[in-house]
């Protein structure tokens, strides 16, 4: 089996990322204000607070997410493993600290026929802006054009606590990738690591 952090990996690319997914108010509020960079596993100052979460309860969170956005678009989680990885957290001059700060990639793949894919994203786009995550990047499936890459993808984040969300056509046809990834978080000094999923989503 691949390291979690590869497979997490091989998902972006081939489906473009993952759905660096949104949460709902309570969510946010459980979150907290983080100053972790997304997509780096960085952190903007060693003394910025960090919440203090567990790896099961940030993966418990992250599943949250992407059944919530799933459920909210139309778009169905289909059987395929899931795929997670735990990250430490790096300063920007290569510090680390001793108390176990991570982030945490996490991602499912869902059944969404081809021409349904951009109705999605518009779903996806008005759910996340509506609970205050800014569009970082945003591109529709062309139509009538066969030139074009029909590739769907949306980028999202939230400005204070700035996890990122990202809901992408994937390399096959008929499916879209959902997947989250949280800032920097601290476990409690007694969590445990849950275990790794059976499978790769390649």
């Known amino acids: 089996m691949e390291p979690m952090n590869?497979?997490?990996?091989?998902?972006?690319?081939?489906?473009?990322?993952?759905?660096?997914?949104?949460?709902?108010?309570?969510?946010?509020?459980?979150?907290?204000?983080?100053?972790?960079?997304?997509?780096?596993?960085?952190?903007?100052?060693?003394?910025?607070?960090?919440?203090?979460?567990?790896?099961?309860?940030?993966?418990?969170?992250?599943r949250q997410i992407v059944t919530h956005v799933a459920q909210t678009t139309g778009a169905r989680i289909n059987d395929e493993p899931e795929v997670f990885g735990f990250t430490p957290c790096i300063g920007r001059n290569?510090?680390?600290?001793?108390?176990?700060?991570?982030?945490?990639?996490?991602?499912?793949?869902?059944?969404?026929?081809?021409d349904q894919q951009n109705d999605v994203l518009r779903k996806v786009r008005d759910l996340l802006t509506g609970e205050g995550l800014k569009v970082?990047?945003?591109?529709?499936?062309?139509?009538?054009?066969?030139?074009?890459?029909?590739?769907?993808?949306?980028s999202a984040r939230h400005p204070?606590?700035?996890?990122?969300?990202?809901?992408d056509s994937t390399g096959g046809h008929n499916r879209m990738s959902l997947a989250v990834r949280t800032p920097c978080l601290i476990p409690p000094s007694d969590s445990a690591t849950p275990s790794p999923p059976p499978t790769g989503i390649s």
């Open 136 to 154: 970082t990047e945003y591109r529709e499936i062309p139509a009538g054009d066969p030139t074009a890459q029909p590739i769907a993808a949306f």
């Open 94 to 114: 290569g510090e680390s600290a001793p108390d176990g700060r991570y982030t945490l990639d996490y991602g499912v793949h869902a059944d969404v026929p081809d």
């Open 160 to 167: 204070d606590s700035r996890y990122v969300v990202d809901v």
């Open 6 to 62: 590869t497979s997490v990996h091989r998902m972006r690319t081939t489906g473009r990322s993952l759905i660096r997914i949104a949460v709902t108010p309570l969510l946010i509020a459980t979150l907290g204000a983080c100053m972790a960079s997304p997509g780096s596993g960085k952190y903007d100052g060693k003394d910025d607070p960090l919440p203090v979460k567990s790896k099961q309860e940030s993966l418990d969170w992250a």
